[in-house]
């Protein structure tokens, strides 16, 4: 395939995602499932396609139960972020029965996340206050950042967390789905006038957790997370390309 041939593959894909987030935004206005719905959407949009991309790859080392990379920032946008809100009220009983309430976690963490970008996040090696008993307490809820950040290569992920120069053999097969598929639920829904930006996952979440007005004043158009947004400065050059994408 020539290289023009895979550009109109790439924008084809992005352009018919970014359709399909838009046709449920617009159909799901006022209905409370919407941000379950959307985030169901990307999860499968990525999952489906990162098998796809990646057919012939060694498989990833990743499993549930890792967690040794669970101390990176993660970039997630508003659907992402209320979507694990929901997930966390859903089970909160569950884990409670455990002695584990994750909003607290995400609380008492919240202190220790101001003001560090992603190189003093990782060496500070502060975990993810959402590892319980060294798994993902959200597993099923992670953002698309936890998804597509995939190595081949666990002792590579290991000898890197402890310090030691070494190139962690990661998937751009998954890298690169994870990217469409957020970009293309960030282009929708800033046609649909909501706030779009990819946003501190964990601190946008603790808001959520705790602002029970949140979600609500999302959805009426307010980017209740815009103090958090990371990658503010590339914004514009991203909102440009969302537009030349959809011109072709
Ligand atoms: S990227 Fe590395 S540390 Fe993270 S889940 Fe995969 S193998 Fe484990
Ligand atoms: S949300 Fe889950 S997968 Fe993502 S960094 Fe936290 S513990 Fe790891």
Redesign the pocket.
């Known amino acids: 395939m020539s290289e023009q041939e895979t550009a109109e593959g790439l924008r084809a894909f992005f352009n018919a995602m970014r359709d399909n987030f838009s046709t449920i935004l617009a159909q799901g206005a006022g209905d409370p499932r919407l941000i379950d719905v959307l985030a169901a959407q990307a999860g499968d949009n990525y999952e489906k396609n990162a098998e796809i991309q990646s057919e012939g790859l060694p498989s ?4 549930k139960g ?5 101390c990176l920032q993660v970039a997630a946008t508003a659907p992402e972020v209320f979507h694990a809100a929901h997930f966390i009220r859903l089970t909160a009983q569950a884990f409670a029965a455990h002695g584990v309430d994750l909003a607290k976690r995400l609380e008492q963490a919240r202190e220790s996340f101001i003001g560090k970008d992603q190189d003093k996040r990782f060496f500070s090696r502060t975990a993810c206050p959402l590892i319980i008993g060294g798994a993902c307490a959200i597993y099923a809820a992670r953002p698309l950042a936890c998804r597509g ?3 081949f ?2 002792q590579a ?2 000898a890197a ?1 402890e310090g030691r120069d070494v190139e ?1 053999p ?1 998937s751009q097969a998954h890298k690169t789905v994870r990217a469409l598929v957020q970009n293309a639920l960030q282009a929708s829904l800033r046609e649909a006038g909501l706030g779009w930006g990819a946003y501190e996952f964990l601190m946008a979440l603790d808001r959520a957790l705790q602002d029970p007005k949140c979600e609500e004043n999302w959805r009426r158009g307010g980017d209740v997370f815009a103090d958090l947004q990371l990658g503010l400065a590339d914004s514009g050059e991203l909102a440009a390309t969302f537009d030349a994408l959809k011109m072709g």
């Not at 990833?60 to 499993?63: H, I, Q, R, T």
């Not at 890792?66 to 669970?70: R, V």
């Open positions: 990833p080392a990743c499993c890792c967690d040794t990379c669970c950040h995939v190595s290569d666990v992920c290991i967390a962690v990661a």
